[in-house]
């Protein structure tokens, strides 16, 4: 631990957290040693002061929190307090003594088989701790699992996913480790909390003194770890079953948490479960040295260990000598943070690794990329020469046959993007406003077993990816240091709001993809000028990703119901004036407002290619369905029914308008046929309370609409349900009122309106129910949100 720098803080909230030493530097800023008023020692970290002008940063750290809070358990390290508006924001987790797992193995050695046992319990017990809160870890290593007299702990769980979309991970900053990494998490497949599950085989195996895929150069070990099976001859025997389980290609094939722990047969030493050399190295310990530990590279299975990284480690270009290790990620530590690890490190772009250019020592230094590793252009030294731009090499020093299909990670940096945004990887591109960082993740999967909402279906399976037994290696670690490492740990299944805690859809299981990401797409709302609904007062804007207050686009005082055009280059609203409600149009920033057609009121909808409009008009004395051309104002009628008409929604294909169509039995969802006018609608919900507010998913293959009315039960519920009504599911349920669901352009989210109707506020939650926040931050009232 050093002291405190001239730039350092004294303190944080106020003088909660008196600050006493300096630990490291990690991804999001610097980490402290601390004590609170009372004298409990605390880990303090404090982000780095240029990410708070980040406009959605502040927002993401907030979220991560929020998740890292929730995660409780003997086996890892509470988050107590953190103030993620402060200047710094700041986090401050519980403070628990002990070395690190790495720094164990390193001094003491492996692990005896009843140790190994308490060890592997443990850390099944933190992983489900850490699952069952609506986190991935991410990066559990060594060095982020602190060894205790009375157990491990799990560390660093914390906030790196609030980077995703900062210069810093644009920049190739920190982003996971690569000796830990699952086969999918290196071609860019699915993530989901089974990549802890890798991670543990891999660290229970070096912990018993084993490398399961074997030394060599990092595309080497890349290779071995998605297309061989691991070597566990130097497992005890009554671990090698489980530790193989972990460590399976298909992520669906390895256990949960809870699975492991019960095939595990735990052991017990009489006295410690330490050997007596890690119990001699705890006590010793010097205070606080495993955050530092934490922070800095781990060791990977391959020996001597490169690294994916930025800038160069040290100042004078020397390559270090000792320890060289594997590691993906951020600016190396400056000539006085040596103390965060010794390791070598290479970048993740043409420039040469070191100063001078010189080759890693042993000849281990590569780039990924498209340039030389090495300044002379040269490639590595020894039977695993090949540099990470050529084909992979293997034992025997041969490159497999390459795939002629681009890798995402190609084809987006063809692309001039970062990662590809296939719906199986993971996208890197900015979170910014109200939205937290880019992760895609699906939306309710029905019981029949089709893609969710959105598309977002479940991962290839294996028979595809063992299809990709001819991909490159160097593909491999191009998407493990764009794609699969960028965050650290992330939130699976939690949420904000206790009414999604209930939501429907189906609920996420740890055999699910990454949740998703909040789109950057803006929506349109209604604003209200003042509160109370008795008299007409709003006005039509925008709400940006990368702001927390709408901007009005048009001068009005009767404008309602907005509605984007397919192509998003403008949108219809009803607006109502002395003479009546008539449906108008402007272009997406409010210009060229014009008048279209006479309506009685109510919600529009677009055609699909953007030539006519679904109103509503009163024909006979009832209100029904209308198709308006947005040329001339001209209409056909398309319901003659004696029910009552509302909520126009044309299906994304053009072939359907959902309805709803007040009878006998009450308020429910129909389709009706644009061609064939006057045909009979048919009905799609069946609830026993009125269904209204219906809206397509962007696919076609579900609807959501609201349940319920005001003033009875709870007021009203976001469902969902498939296009022909089955599979209808509650997605978002409280006592307070919810209506007028619309799907984000990707299908994954639904924003809605919740609250009484003269105070509404437009929330959000992902579509299968999970994530669920307040978009509305000002005092001024929204409703009637447009997505997509």
């Not at 190609?410 to 890197?428: C, D, F, I, K, Y």
């Not at 909808?605 to 006519?612: T, V």
Request: aromatic share 6%; glycine share 12%; charged share 20%.
């Amino acid at each position: 631990m050093k002291p405190l720098g001239a730039g350092d803080p004294a303190s944080v909230g106020e003088g909660r957290y008196r600050l006493v030493g300096r630990l490291g530097q990690g991804g999001m800023g610097v980490v402290y040693f601390g004590r609170s008023r009372s004298g409990r020692a605390v880990a303090v970290k404090v982000v780095r002061p240029e990410l708070s002008t980040d406009p959605g940063f502040r927002r993401r750290f907030a979220d991560e929190v929020a998740a890292a809070r929730r995660v409780g358990g003997f086996h890892t390290a509470p988050v107590v307090d953190a103030d993620p508006e402060g200047e710094p924001a700041w986090l401050v987790t519980a403070y628990i003594p002990g070395p690190t797992l790495r720094d164990v193995l390193d001094q003491v050695g492996p692990l005896p088989a009843d140790t190994l046992t308490v060890l592997a319990a443990g850390l099944a017990e933190a992983l489900a701790a850490i699952h069952q809160a609506g986190v991935i870890h991410r990066d559990l290593k060594p060095a982020n699992i602190i060894v205790a007299e009375d157990g491990p702990r799990v560390i660093d769980f914390g906030i790196a996913r609030a980077l995703d979309g900062t210069a810093l991970t644009q920049t190739g900053f920190q982003i996971g480790t690569l000796g830990f990494l699952a086969p999918e998490q290196l071609v860019g497949g699915t993530l989901t909390p089974a990549v802890d599950m890798f991670a543990l085989g891999v660290v229970l195996s070096q912990a018993a003194g084993c490398t399961p895929f074997g030394d060599g150069g990092s595309a080497a070990w890349a290779y071995r770890v998605v297309h061989e099976q691991p070597d566990l001859s130097g497992v005890p025997d009554p671990l090698r079953g489980l530790i193989a389980a972990c460590l399976a290609k298909d992520p669906l094939d390895r256990p949960g948490p809870s699975e492991f722990l019960d095939q595990l047969t735990v052991r017990h030493p009489s006295d410690t479960w330490l050997p007596a050399e890690a119990t001699a190295l705890i006590r010793r310990q010097a205070p606080a040295v495993y955050l530092a530990a934490a922070d800095r590279p781990s060791a990977a299975p391959t020996d001597p260990r490169a690294t994916l990284s930025g800038p160069p480690p040290v100042t004078d270009g020397q390559a270090p000598a000792t320890d060289p290790r594997t590691t993906v990620s951020g600016p190396p530590p400056t000539a006085g943070e040596q103390a965060l690890g010794r390791d070598q490190r290479a970048t993740v772009s043409g420039a040469p690794p070191v100063a001078d250019g010189r080759a890693l020592a042993r000849d281990q230094r590569a780039t990924v990329s498209g340039t030389p590793p090495v300044a002379d252009g040269q490639a590595l030294a020894g039977d695993r020469r090949a540099a990470l731009y050529g084909p992979p090499p293997v034992a025997d020093g041969r490159a497999p046959a390459t795939d002629p299909r681009p890798t995402p990670a190609q084809s987006a940096a063809a692309e001039g993007r970062t990662v590809a945004s296939h719906p199986l990887t993971v996208q890197s591109s900015p979170g910014r406003g109200f939205g937290p960082p880019p992760v895609l993740s699906p939306a309710p999967v029905p019981s029949g077993g089709s893609a969710p909402p959105g598309g977002a279906g479940p991962s290839n399976g294996t028979g595809a990816r063992r299809g990709r037994r001819g991909t490159v290696a160097v593909a491999a670690l191009l998407v493990a240091a764009s794609v699969a490492g960028l965050l650290v740990w992330q939130p699976w299944t939690g949420s904000d709001d206790p009414g999604a805690a209930k939501a429907g859809g189906t609920s996420p299981s740890p055999k699910r993809s990454t949740p998703a990401a909040f789109p950057d797409a803006p929506l349109l709302v209604r604003l209200d000028t003042q509160p109370g609904s008795s008299d007409c007062h709003s006005v039509i804007g925008r709400r940006d990703s990368t702001t927390d207050n709408p901007v009005q686009l048009i001068d009005g005082t009767c404008d309602a119901l907005p509605q984007w055009s397919p192509d998003r280059k403008s949108f219809a609203f009803t607006r109502k004036t002395a003479e009546g409600a008539a449906v108008w149009t402007a272009n997406a920033d409010g210009t060229g407002v014009r008048r279209i057609a006479a309506i009685a009121g109510g919600r529009v909808s677009w055609s699909q290619d953007g030539k006519r409009l679904a109103v509503l008009r009163r024909a006979d004395g009832v209100q029904q369905l209308f198709a308006v051309n947005v040329s001339d104002g001209s209409a056909q009628q398309l319901t003659t029914g004696s029910g009552k008409v509302e909520d126009p929604a044309w299906s994304p294909d053009g072939k359907l308008i959902a309805v709803c169509l007040q009878k006998t039995s009450g308020w429910q969802v129909h389709v009706v046929d644009p061609a064939q006018p006057g045909a009979e609608p048919q009905q799609v919900t069946h609830q026993s309370r009125r269904a209204l507010d219906a809206v397509w998913s962007p696919d076609g293959r579900y609807l959501a609409y609201t349940a319920g009315a005001p003033g009875k039960g709870t007021g009203g519920d976001i469902h969902i349900a498939r296009a022909d009504g089955s599979d209808d599911k509650t997605l978002v349920q409280t006592a307070a009122q919810e209506m007028d669901p619309v799907w984000s352009p990707d299908g994954k989210w639904v924003a809605f309106v919740r609250g009484p109707f003269d105070r509404p506020a437009i929330w959000a939650v992902r579509a299968d129910g999970t994530g669920a926040r307040k978009l509305t931050t000002g005092s001024t009232p929204e409703g009637h949100p447009s997505w997509n």
